[in-house]
């Protein structure tokens, strides 16, 4: 209870004792929080005691970084959370399992932890109204079983599952109303077709995974942008701009292209239709025997 608004502490050790301490929230003046490579040295005591101090917390931003912390309680009553950062620390799945109390949160950043359910992840998020940017990147996230459920919060509208273990079967378990998706270094192959119907998806990122050929836009009708640099493909498929008519900016840069009829009227196609290529040569020179 004073007049702190913005508290930040870094680089901490914990010696004494935790002890359970019932705080009362209500008057405080703070509204963020900051928090980056604690270290607890106390291994016997109830991890409800000391998640509960943060997770009641009566701010709309924290950020607890760099920690090794393994979990953090669902807040008790109506959280005021609208930005929760927990970078590079050891949370699973088990993360606000059920926790209908986080509904005005719209950032959530969970990258460098430890989950691996895509489908866990997404039934988390269905209970937060609010949401609406997820960065689950550097996890050991898999999504593996064809046709099982997924729930995502309505209101997501950027998600970031980049540098996980995702392959072709991601796609069956997206929010439907996503915007902005990057999916950059995983291990997919394909995209399917038929599958997901992203009918808002504007910016696409396949960025090193193991692409054989440009996906097509059959599910992704608004789709503007698209990175497909670092993937394996030879020759663009031919019907790459009938069904992908939106598309004004395309990054395709460091694969094996190799020259084709087919690769010479792909770039003239771009470049009539006023996009932008990035990673492509400068002069992209084939040569044909005569006849």
Excluded at 223 to 241: C, G, H, K, R, Y
Aim: hydrophobic letters at 40%.
């Amino acid at each position: 209870h004073s007049s702190v608004e913005y508290f930040n502490i870094n680089n901490v050790t914990q010696l004494s004792d935790i002890e359970r301490y019932n705080f009362d929230y209500s008057g405080t003046s703070m509204k963020a929080l900051t928090m980056k490579k604690i270290i607890i040295t106390d291994m016997y005591f109830s991890q409800d005691d000391l998640y509960k101090i943060f997770a009641d917390m009566n701010i709309t931003d924290m950020t607890i970084a760099d920690s090794e912390m393994i979990h953090m309680l669902c807040p008790s009553s109506k959280s005021s959370f609208r930005y929760l950062n927990f970078l590079k620390n050891d949370l699973t799945d088990f993360l606000f399992r059920k926790c209908d109390n986080l509904a005005q949160l719209e950032t959530l950043i969970l990258q460098k932890n430890k989950f691996e359910s895509l489908r866990k992840v997404s039934f988390m998020t269905s209970h937060m109204k609010s949401l609406t940017y997820l960065d689950m990147s550097n996890n050991l996230l898999r999504h593996d079983r064809a046709g099982v459920q997924c729930q995502w919060a309505e209101s997501l509208a950027e998600l970031d599952l980049s540098s996980n273990q995702l392959v072709d079967a991601v796609f069956e378990c997206l929010p439907a109303n996503v915007q902005k998706l990057s999916l950059r270094n995983n291990q997919i192959s394909n995209v399917p077709s038929g599958v997901a119907e992203l009918k808002s998806l504007e910016e696409l990122n396949l960025a090193s995974n193991r692409l054989a050929d440009l996906p097509g836009c059959g599910g992704f009708t608004s789709l503007q942008f698209l990175n497909v640099e670092m993937n394996s493909i030879l020759t663009p498929s031919a019907d790459f701009f009938q069904s992908c008519p939106r598309v004004r900016e395309l990054q395709a840069g460091h694969n094996p292209f190799q020259c084709s009829c087919e690769l010479q009227a792909f770039i003239r196609l771009e470049r009539r239709s006023g996009g932008k290529l990035f990673g492509w040569p400068a002069a992209y020179v084939c040569e044909y025997p005569e006849g």
